[in-house]
């Protein structure tokens, strides 16, 4: 169930006049009214999702008001009917499927993409992207590389529109932030200036699948800025098979995302290391968007690549989720981490196991 974010009922206690409860309603202020069942005397009311809660707890201090409640949307359980969804292991094996019927998200989620640019017009992301903005030195923000469009559609493809793949949030929506030019190489002031843009543009998480071996204080003066403003941040660990540190990932305002293989084993690429790699993720052979037009990765329109970059958005997609659920992140960041899958390793190669879309969403749901 999804509960509407600008929806609220109120149900007075019988006897209760529609007079008086327009009355109450009335008085409130910010409410319009939606619809009422007069045998039940009940009233559906519109309101800005900013002031939601704070509207229902001013209405549920009324006399003669018996209970307020979100609004919400039943729907039957859904099953993609995106052609490739089959292949798609990774979402199968994160318990994808079960978690939606939890939650399909909300719209007023965004993931801001730090990467290499989208393709803007791709059939399976068209409608998902709300912004595009480039810092990186290309003079395009579309996505010449396929890096970032492989990643945009792990996290939040289109889902059930009879084409292609399924992304991991259904609802929430893609902010297409360039900061890797068409090599897919990018500088510290350009990620750093992606992160506070995507922070003050209304991002909910930010997806980095990129990184280095080098420590910047710029770089973790931007992820400390997200993180003070409510935004949560989620970076890839690295493919170098060593563990030794990874920027971003390895700032503490990060979570840090490795790859596995089918089988849970780590990928023979993934960086590892429990002291700062927090999570692990299906990373290998992840069939996702890819541009339709040549791009660097020799594939198009759909296509598998293996990496850390590609465990990362699965993280960032089930953070989208979470957050229309409870928009408190340190709430989400530990729910995501406490109920990982136990593997071996974990404790080792990385603090907690892999993650769990379902059993995350209950926890965060309450």
């Not at 700032?251 to 995302?257: D, F, L, R, T």
């Not at 603090?351 to 309450?366: F, Q, W």
């Amino acid at each position: 169930m999804n509960y509407l974010p600008d929806r609220i009922i109120i149900g007075f206690i019988p006897g209760v006049s529609r007079k008086r409860a327009l009355e109450i309603i009335a008085h409130v202020g910010g409410l319009t009214l939606i619809d009422e069942i007069p045998v039940l005397n009940v009233y559906t009311v519109s309101v800005d999702p900013l002031l939601l809660n704070i509207k229902m707890t001013i209405l549920s201090n009324f006399s003669g008001v018996q209970y307020v409640e979100y609004d919400g949307i039943l729907a039957t359980q859904l099953t993609p009917n995106d052609p490739l969804f089959p292949q798609q292991w990774g979402l199968l094996k994160i318990n994808s499927v079960r978690g939606w019927n939890v939650t399909r998200g909300s719209t007023l989620v965004n993931i801001a993409i730090l990467d290499s640019g989208i393709q803007t017009n791709h059939p399976d992301l068209v409608d998902k992207i709300v912004l595009n903005q480039n810092f990186s030195t290309s003079s395009t923000v579309q996505d010449l590389n396929g890096h970032g469009t492989h990643v945009a559609g792990i996290a939040a493809a289109t889902t059930k529109n009879d084409l292609g793949v399924a992304g991991l949030a259904i609802n929430p929506r893609i902010m297409n932030i360039k900061v890797l030019d068409d090599t897919g190489s990018g500088s510290f002031s350009d990620v750093a200036q992606g992160v506070v843009f995507a922070t003050d543009n209304g991002a909910k998480v930010i997806n980095m699948s990129l990184g280095g071996t080098l420590f910047s204080t710029t770089m973790q003066n931007a992820v400390q800025y997200a993180k003070d403003n409510g935004v949560l941040l989620v970076a890839a660990a690295g493919n170098n098979n060593s563990d030794d540190l990874f920027y971003p990932a390895a700032y503490a305002q990060c979570i840090s995302v490795a790859a596995l293989n089918r089988d849970d084993t780590k990928a023979s690429f993934s960086n590892h290391g429990s002291s700062w790699v927090d999570v692990a993720a299906p990373g290998v052979d992840i069939l996702s968007t890819l541009p339709t037009y040549a791009n660097s990765t020799g594939q198009t329109n759909y296509g598998s690549l293996s990496g850390t970059s590609m465990a990362t958005p699965f993280i960032s997609g089930l953070a989208a989720l979470m957050l229309s659920l409870d928009s408190n992140v340190n709430n989400v960041i530990n729910a995501i981490e406490t109920t990982t899958v136990p593997l071996n390793g974990t404790g080792s190669l990385y603090e907690r196991g892999r993650i769990n879309t379902y059993a995350a969403l209950l926890k965060i749901k309450g």
